[in-house]
């Protein structure tokens, strides 16, 4: 898939221009599958089955000269899932040009993130029967609610889900139902939503990267609320809903979203060093300790230290649900040692590593 900036492009020029790919496509081994066009982004996304980036490139531009600013790699299942189609819809054709089908299809999505507590953690915390209960409850209000509000799912695990709306309001209204119908079970399973929306090609070079990556940075924020959306959902939202309303939504600010994001990809892109420490968030950050700490209270709602401890230590139950043993994965996740990741392990999670991998 790909994604041009064009500002001021409609919906015709998008048609024309996928007809002018069409025409040539085979001598480039490519087939245009569909596109989207957002007419209020100045955007247009291609989905095209090709060799290579460069075949993409040199047939776009002999077409129409429209050279792609982002081509990602993507696989048809997930570009369905995210967007509900990978073919062309239904359209219009042209009064003057018969023969010009044209659309309206912008690929803006909303996307919804779900977590709750670790299954096997919930087991040792509840009990098995309990346990089992509950995350049968959520899945079910889940997919109820997921399917009433029109949202497509895009990825779910036994206790995540990740799920796409066309609508904000949509994807507000089914947090808040799901919230609703748990209920007493949501805080048992200290239930996490959060909310972020944006284009299907960006520099992550996912489909949706970045919008997912976010949506999922949100549910590490620790407040009150357990729906917790960002700045452009919020405005959005705030314009759908009638004047008046007294439904507002908790969401971070823009600036906010501007110290999390590169945080927490410090976090992650520095798992494995057991060296990398606060003055390296400092130097990075361009923040001194004091003003880094302030931040981090603040907007997430614990310390840089405790934060990056219990990235490590929930990053440690992913990869113990593989083929890892628990001397790589300590290591993996940046501790010195098995025996000091096994203490840590113990004091955050109630259970030892190995106690862990036999329950799951």
């Known amino acids: 898939m790909d994604r041009h900036i064009v500002p001021g492009i409609v ?3 998008a048609a024309k221009a996928h007809r002018e790919d ?21 955007s247009a996304f ?23 600013h982002e081509i990602v790699q993507v696989n048809s299942n997930v570009v369905e899932a995210f967007l509900g189609r990978i073919h062309d819809p239904d359209g219009y054709y042209d009064e003057d040009d018969p023969n010009l ?12 993130v779900s977590q709750t507590t670790n299954p096997v953690l919930l087991q040792n915390q509840l009990g098995a029967e309990k346990a089992g209960r509950l995350l049968s409850l959520y899945r079910e209000i889940y997919r109820e609610e997921q399917q009433r509000f029109e949202g497509r799912d895009v990825e779910s695990q036994r206790q995540d889900f990740i799920t796409s709306f066309v609508s904000v309001t949509q994807a507000v209204d089914c947090a808040r139902s799901i919230q609703k119908k748990l209920h007493v079970a949501g805080e048992l399973l ?22 997912v990556k976010m949506a999922k940075y949100l549910c590490h924020i620790k407040r009150e609320k357990t729906l917790i959306s960002s700045s452009i959902i919020a405005e959005i939202y705030k314009s759908d809903i009638k004047e ?9 600010r823009l600036e906010d979203e501007k110290f999390i994001l590169p945080l927490m990809d410090l976090m ?3 798992l494995k060093d057991p060296d990398w420490g606060i003055p390296d968030f400092c130097k990075k950050m361009a923040m001194s300790k004091s003003k880094l700490y302030r931040k981090c209270i603040e907007v997430i709602g614990m ?7 219990e990235h490590r230590l929930l990053k440690s139950l992913h990869l113990l649900n593989t083929e890892r043993n628990i001397m790589q994965t300590s290591y993996d996740v940046g501790f010195t040692s098995p025996s000091y990741f096994t203490k840590c392990f113990q004091e955050r999670f109630g259970l030892t590593p190995l106690s862990y991998m036999k329950g799951f």
Not at 101 to 112: E, G, H, S, V
């Open 190 to 211: 200290r239930l996490r939503i959060g909310i972020h929306a944006g284009m299907p090609v960006d520099e992550s070079g996912l489909l949706f990267g970045d919008t």
């Open 244 to 252: 008046g309303s007294q439904r507002k939504l908790k969401s971070i």
């Open 303 to 309: 310390s840089p230290n405790k934060l990056f401890r």
């Open 46 to 68: 291609c989905l095209i089955d090709a060799p290579d980036k460069e075949a993409v490139e040199a047939m776009h531009r002999r077409a129409h000269g429209l050279i792609p």
């Open 268 to 270: 992650y892109d520095n």
């Open 11 to 13: 919906a015709k020029d």
């Open 101 to 112: 089908k044209i659309f309206n299809d912008p690929a803006f999505r909303i996307i919804l």
């Open 22 to 42: 069409l025409l040539i496509q085979e001598e480039y081994g490519c087939r245009c599958m569909t596109y989207w066009v957002d007419e209020d982004n100045g």
